[in-house]
């Protein structure tokens, strides 16, 4: 929208017009949420300072003297919120952890790759005051600020930010090294960061900075590295969220308060009365409430959705939900007909280890073909292998938490066409199970005292040692390793050959027999981490997967 028209908008603002006070939010909203939600990089206070900072503009409108200095205005606003929340941070909220991590929405959101996305992720790295400045930069390469208003946001002049920007510039780079590193495979690294909590601070990109400085492996890169300010140019601003909610009340600021500073009375009317204006994919409801809501073209919401059972003879596990049938879809609700199956999210008891498995379904084989080839080995994270045809597979876990304890960040599905589900655990063991002989510590496959452990997320099953699917259509699985040290092999298999591990049991010298999943219907579980969707990031699929 062109300077004129924004000219006029303001305008008609500080009079008090009610749909221009609408339309200036609703059209200067997103750019506040980018600065602030860089800045902070998606810490739970990002809707407070936002909210702030666009009341703050609207009860001094009237104050602004040029409208066509109010984007700077704007900014300036927005920075010295950020550094008043700075100033306000106690020690016990120091260590609080982001609520929404904004490089992380940054990539989902505008579906960034390659080194695009490496940028967005380097901004963990950065310091605080380098962060505030990188939220001004970024939206200057991108075409949404200039260096003046940069410059003026700051407080500082335009050759004192030059100076400013270059040492910000430097200290990407050498985060963006980092977040390279850290998706390669140096074993030295590893043992490095063998102790690293994994978030982000200044001591450890010092001492990983140190690293990769004297590492031939990590030092050395594959590609060309691309500037961040031409990866960067022409990159939308990252959407509000849906249900992002700007409440712009008074408060406990009374009428008079109010117009003494600076509302006026047509616009202290208008925000009173009981009146709904739509704009822009948001609402301004009485009382000042501005409600980003779901875009007609989203997709609907996700239902909820209910932890199922794992099909087995013998005793139950404790934990273990009932299966509940997918609901027949109605005519009012076609999208449903693209719902089955259930979700393995809950934890479950390993079963007594003469507990003889369920009988296994019999599906429909015509074949399955892998972009790994019979045998595709995953060890490091963004490895991935997409299966087609219909038939089963095998997946089999290898998790190494001497080389590095932690969390496991699951491997995902995605790009799903088709159906998908977890038919089978075999392997003679579950990954906690104890290993008869193993050395002094290393007391299960998940780890040991001595070395530390394997940790799973929340609600996760536990894994076996083999875990069989059964693919009808096309689905890419891909390993996300980064918290703790594991790899996946992906075989395409056949039902005999499920149908034989499950049933090596104890007898065979094995310590549990397998663990049959599949119901033969529509009703089985589907695998935790499934979207038919294709993120940029696999890594951030939602645990509670419904397909």
């Not at 031939?216 to 992002?244: N, S």
């Not at 095998?394 to 799903?416: D, E, F």
């Amino acid at each position: 929208m062109d300077s004129q028209h924004w000219r006029a908008t303001i305008t008609a603002a500080q009079s008090g017009d009610r749909q221009a006070l609408d339309e200036l939010v609703a059209g200067w909203l997103p750019l506040v949420y980018n600065i602030v939600g860089r800045a902070l990089n998606g810490h739970a206070d990002v809707d407070d300072v936002v909210q702030e900072t666009m009341l703050r503009a609207v009860d001094n409108l009237g104050s602004l003297r040029d409208p066509d200095s109010f984007r700077s205005w704007l900014v300036a606003i927005a920075m010295r919120q950020i550094r008043d929340r700075a100033r306000r941070r106690t020690p016990d909220r120091l260590e609080e952890v982001a609520a929404s991590d904004f490089a992380e929405l940054t990539v989902l959101r505008l579906q960034l790759e390659g080194q695009r996305r490496e940028v967005a992720e380097a901004a963990r790295w950065l310091d605080d005051e380098d962060r505030q400045l990188l939220s001004l930069w970024w939206l200057e390469v991108a075409g949404e600020l200039t260096r003046r208003e940069l410059a003026a946001a700051v407080g500082i002049t335009r050759q004192h930010a030059a100076v400013r920007v270059q040492r910000m510039k430097e200290r990407l780079e050498t985060s963006r090294g980092i977040v390279r590193a850290l998706d390669g495979a140096c074993p030295d690294l590893r043992e490095l960061t063998g102790r690293w909590n994994g978030r982000p601070d200044s001591v450890w990109r010092k001492r990983l900075a140190r690293h990769i400085r004297g590492c031939g492996y990590c030092g050395g890169t594959h590609e060309t590295v691309v500037p961040a300010e031409r990866l960067l140019v022409g990159i939308a601003l990252v959407p509000l969220p849906v249900g992002f909610t700007l409440s712009l009340a008074f408060g406990g600021k009374t009428a008079v308060a109010a117009t003494s500073a600076g509302w006026s009375a047509k616009l202290l009317g208008a925000l009173t009365k009981p009146a709904v204006a739509m704009t822009a994919g948001a609402t301004m409801v009485a009382g000042g409430a501005y409600v980003v809501t779901q875009p007609p073209d989203a997709p609907p919401p996700r239902a909820a959705v209910t932890p199922t059972a794992t099909a087995t003879s013998g005793p139950p596990p404790s934990a273990t939900p009932s299966p509940t049938p997918t609901p027949t879809p109605s005519p009012s609700a076609k999208r449903k007909a693209d719902l089955y199956g259930t979700v393995v999210d809950a934890v479950d008891r390993a079963p007594a280890p003469d507990a003889r498995p369920a009988a296994l379904p019999r599906r429909p084989e015509s074949g399955i073909t892998s972009t790994g080839g019979p045998r595709a080995v995953m060890q490091h994270r963004g490895d991935s292998v997409t299966l087609s045809g219909r038939g089963y597979v095998l997946v089999r876990w290898q998790i190494s938490p001497h080389a590095r304890p932690g969390g496991v960040v699951m491997p995902t599905w995605t790009g799903l066409k088709g159906k998908l589900f977890h038919v089978a655990s075999g392997g003679s063991r579950r990954m906690d199970d104890p290993l008869p002989g193993a050395p002094n510590g290393y007391a299960t496959g998940m780890g040991g005292p001595d070395i530390g452990y394997a940790v799973l997320p929340p609600g996760t099953q536990q894994m076996w040692q083999n875990e069989y699917f059964y693919v009808d259509g096309t689905v890419t699985l891909t390993q996300n390793e980064r918290g703790c040290d594991y790899g996946i092999a992906v075989f395409p298999s056949d039902w005999q050959a499920v149908d034989k591990d499950v049933n090596e049991g104890p007898d065979q010298g094995a310590i549990r027999y397998g663990l049959v999943r599949d119901t033969g219907t529509d009703s089985a579980p589907v695998p935790q981490y499934v979207t038919r969707s294709t993120p940029a990031d696999p890594a951030t699929v939602p645990q509670r997967s419904r397909v």
